[in-house]
């Protein structure tokens, strides 16, 4: 049934005005915001079947799309095993099964350090079953993990589950001795809860009624969660709480922080009240709302602005966020910290800072290891006596580990025993640099100490806090933006070598040879566009295991030797040279050479040049201009990194060119990218994107009357405001998940997010002048009579990240004043979230389904 035969879908307008600083805007479909409506239910209902009926000629090739999508992926497959203790840890996935299967084998030889061989649906001698997230979905329309952690010595597991979509996950813990799941079960948590070192405790985080994050709680198992004892209290609204191990697992670490700030106050683990104190009379207070997860997308990732692994074993992660309503004591009880626990500030939020802290022992000396801002745009690292925690910064001595630069971006630091793990970025590329802490002793050697700590220092936060404190959380991003576990994959095999990095000064004394050493080792590789991450970097294991993929290249994993300089086969930084753990299979005689990738600029209208990434068939004929889908995302300082994707295939070999625009807001070319494209600079990122569209509409090997954009989540609003600024260029857009309605999401603090996002929209509610420049650019406000290109608008009904109504919204108002208001298009996922349908099998159909319809209006439906 054509568009022309279906009548779309038209919302009763039902004005409401809203006044801000002497301006008032009439809003007719504020009234579509009610979730638990019949009516609007109804009206999300018809907006689905309406785009079914004008797509039902699409439904060959989305099937066709699907099949290309699961064709190529090894269905029955697994992650690379990881050493944790005495066991091997994997995921499995199996054809047929939606999620993955959590696996465990001992291990054999604790000298050996090589992976044991594992086969994709062998089960090896041994093997222990510790989560099947197939069996625990089987009761849910919607499954997703949220926290994985398991016990240092391997006894218990602590895992959380979202089975509606919206980010609230319940925790729960299983006896991996007995097998037994245990009585212990926790609602209403956020992201990121683990296990103590000694597993006799849970500590988790809370969220509050707009969805922040703001309380950290401890469990002890065995007992009631009624009773379970508040730590801290967050109570800046602008500010994101979490919590996490150092990398010696010795110290809890709570962050508070912002997209601008942070505050972190450190407690030694041995430091927490024994098991037996835990239960305090009025320790627990009445619970709060929730907080936003990562999502488990296997297509091109529109809902957070990068494109996901397409491995399909995963490492067990840590997650972190929560959810409203935690069920605890009773109502009315005033929630504070327990009196008496030592916290020390490292740097107070008042220093304005953004620093992420680890606390070391250098050479027989405490030290903490800050990843920072301070006098750095770009980030430098550094060492600081822990003695000096909770001084003013003014009098903090610190000597540089990674000076700061104009060009390299730094973006953190993991400690291992022998190594610092350091992730860096330089001219758009992410890299890991290793240097050994032997480096580190003159630089200790060279710091001033002192013997007291200021009084108000060592003990501050020991109340409930009336002070502001939170992990940088954005509607794509979430906790403090370290994962010492983060999911395998990613990597192509291109020639690997270790290279030394970039010569390092520093504040602190030493010979030629320690600068040497303080430069670091790089593993270098033979493709320019590519990306290096960190996977994991356990701190007693002597390996690091890293990921590399690129644009063409399928993930792949290596573990790169650690120790001792000069020990063995390491070189002089104690580093050896990397190891293929594995490579991504990809079925159905995928060859990267099959596939061209080219780094293009386009100029601004301020003359800044842009970045574009280009992704084609090799064998497309340049003579003939071809389509292009142009890819954007542009905000939290979130980078659109080279990655591999299956399903990005059946667009290239439709002859699509694939084209990323690094515009302004992200983090490619480092901090002032950012800052260039954020609060009163936003509209760089959508001037940038148009200039990259004109750009590549120049070129001869397009054709113009043939490009097409897509973005996601706050991606999304570009979208939306970009076919505000120039819908005659382009051919069609798909928004998913659309952060359409901007303005009056900012205007609404008790809205999820909104508090936490005004240091990166700015803030309407106080400033007129943030509140004409959002009103400037918010696509929903800005929809014009014109001819717009057809529109599809995807979202999910429990996403709490970019609430639903932000699209209905903007749909319903463009059918008023487009040329053709037939062609625009809602799709509402019923039972998913930000991340739209769980399961890897929905989410492929999802994702041929929009490719189908973007086949369409590409030309290459056929």
Same mark, same amino acid.
């Not at 900012?746 to 005004?758: F, G, Q, V």
């Not at 004409?772 to 014009?784: F, T």
């Given at each position: ?94 054809? %047929? ?200 997308? +296997? ?127 330089? +001219? ?17 050697? %060279? ?186 995302? %542009? ?40 800052? +260039? ?104 406000? +800005? ?80």
């Amino acid at each position: 049934m054509t568009s022309e035969q279906q009548t779309f879908p038209v919302a009763p307008r039902r004005p409401v005005e809203r006044t801000f600083h002497g301006h008032t805007f009439c809003d007719p479909y504020e009234w579509l915001r009610d979730k638990d409506s019949p009516e609007v239910r109804a009206h999300l209902d018809a907006e689905n079947a309406y785009a079914e009926a004008v797509t039902a000629d699409l439904e060959p090739l989305r099937e066709r799309i699907y099949t290309e999508i699961k064709d190529r992926t090894q269905e029955t497959d697994l992650s690379v095993p990881s050493r944790h203790g005495e066991w091997w840890y994997f995921a499995r996935t199996v054809e %047929g099964g939606a999620h993955q299967v959590f696996c465990r084998v001992p291990v054999a030889d604790p000298a050996d350090w090589t992976p044991p061989a594992v086969e994709p649906g062998t089960p090896l001698d041994g093997e222990q079953t510790l989560l099947d997230a197939n069996a625990a979905a089987q009761e849910h329309e919607f499954y997703a993990l949220g926290a994985f952690s398991v016990a240092e010595d391997g006894s218990r597991l602590a895992w959380s589950e979202d089975t509606a979509g919206d980010e609230r996950f319940t925790v729960h813990v299983k006896d991996l001795t007995s097998g037994e799941l245990l009585a212990d079960r926790i609602p209403q948590t956020s992201y990121g809860a683990f296990l103590t070192p000694d597993a006799s405790q849970v500590v988790y985080t809370v969220v509050d009624e707009s969805w922040r994050p703001y309380r950290v709680y401890r469990h002890v198992i065995g007992t009631d969660v009624a009773e379970d004892q508040l730590l801290f209290q967050e109570d800046d609204p602008g500010l994101w709480l979490g919590a996490e191990l150092s990398a010696d697992k010795q110290w809890l670490m709570l962050s508070s922080s912002c997209s601008e700030y942070s505050e972190y106050r450190i407690l030694r683990v041995s430091e927490l009240p024994a098991d037996d104190d835990a239960a305090a009379p009025g320790s627990r207070s009445p619970s709060p709302a929730a907080a936003p997860s990562p999502t488990d997308r +296997n297509a091109i990732d529109q809902r957070t602005g990068s494109e996901p692994d397409q491995s399909t074993g995963l490492e067990p992660g840590e997650p972190a966020g929560a959810e409203p309503g935690h069920t605890g004591p009773a109502d009315g009880a005033r929630a504070e910290a327990p009196s008496g626990l030592p916290w020390r500030i490292v740097l107070a939020r008042e220093e304005r800072v953004l620093y992420e802290a680890e606390p070391l022992t250098v050479a027989g000396t405490d030290v903490l290891l800050l990843s920072h801002d301070a006098a750095a745009p770009n980030g430098r690292i550094s060492l600081m006596p822990l003695e000096h925690a909770g001084r003013r910064l003014a009098d903090v001595d610190l000597v540089d580990v990674v000076p700061a630069s104009d060009t390299v971006r730094v973006e953190s630091a993991i400690p291992t025993a022998t190594h610092l793990v350091v992730a860096l970025r330089e +001219n758009t590329t992410p890299r890991v640099r290793l240097i050994p802490r032997t480096a580190l002793e003159p630089l200790v050697a %060279g710091l001033a100490s002192t013997d007291a700590v200021p009084d108000d220092a060592a003990t501050a936060g020991s109340g409930a806090s009336d002070e502001r404190g939170a992990a940088p959380l954005g509607r794509d991003a979430h906790g403090t933006g370290r994962d010492r576990t983060a999911p395998a994959g990613s990597a192509q095999e291109a020639g690997v070598a270790l290279s030394g990095g970039a010569a390092s000064s520093s504040q602190g004394t030493g010979t030629a040879a320690d600068a040497a050493l303080l430069a670091g080792t790089e593993a270098a590789f033979d493709e320019d566009l590519s990306s290096t991450g960190v996977l994991s970097a356990e701190y007693e294991n002597p390996v690091v295991r890293v990921s590399y993929t690129s644009f063409v290249t399928p993930p792949r994993v290596y573990d790169i030797p650690t120790g001792e300089p000069g020990a063995g086969a390491l070189d002089a930084f104690g580093v050896g040279e990397p190891v293929l753990r594995r490579e991504a299979t990809v079925l159905g005689g995928y060859r990267s050479e099959d596939y061209t990738v080219e780094r293009d600029w386009a100029v601004a209208e301020d003359g800044t040049r842009i970045p574009v990434s280009l992704v084609r068939r090799a064998d497309l004929d340049p003579a003939v201009p071809a389509p292009v889908l142009q890819y954007a995302y %542009g905000s939290y300082e979130i980078s659109t990194d080279p990655a591999f994707s299956i399903s990005r295939l059946s667009l290239l070999d439709r002859g699509v060119i694939w084209a990323v625009a690094h515009v302004r807001g992200g983090g490619e070319l480092g901090r002032a990218w950012y800052e +260039n494209g954020k609060k009163n600079t936003k509209s760089n990122t959508f001037t940038d994107f148009v200039a990259v569209t004109r750009h590549l509409a120049a070129r001869p090997d397009v054709d113009a009357r043939r490009i097409a954009l897509m973005g996601g989540s706050a991606g999304g609003l570009l979208a939306g405001a970009v076919l505000n600024l120039a819908p005659e260029l382009y051919c069609g857009g798909l928004a998913a998940v659309p952060f359409v309605d901007a303005l009056t999401s900012m205007l609404m603090p008790e809205l999820p997010l909104t508090a936490l996002e005004w240091e990166e929209w700015g803030n309407p509610v106080e400033s007129a002048e943030v509140y004409e420049y959002m009103r400037s650019y918010s696509p929903y406000e +800005n929809v014009r009579n014109a001819d717009y290109p057809p529109i599809l608008a995807v979202t999910s009904l429990n996403d709490t990240r970019v609430l639903y109504v932000e699209p209905a919204k903007w749909v319903a108002e463009l059918r008023t004043r487009v040329a053709h208001p037939e062609t625009v298009l809602l799709r509402c996922e019923m039972a998913g979230g930000h991340g739209g349908a769980s399961g890897r099998y929905s989410q492929w159909k999802d994702t041929a389904w929009e490719y189908a319809w973007l086949a369409r209006q590409l030309g290459v439906a056929g």
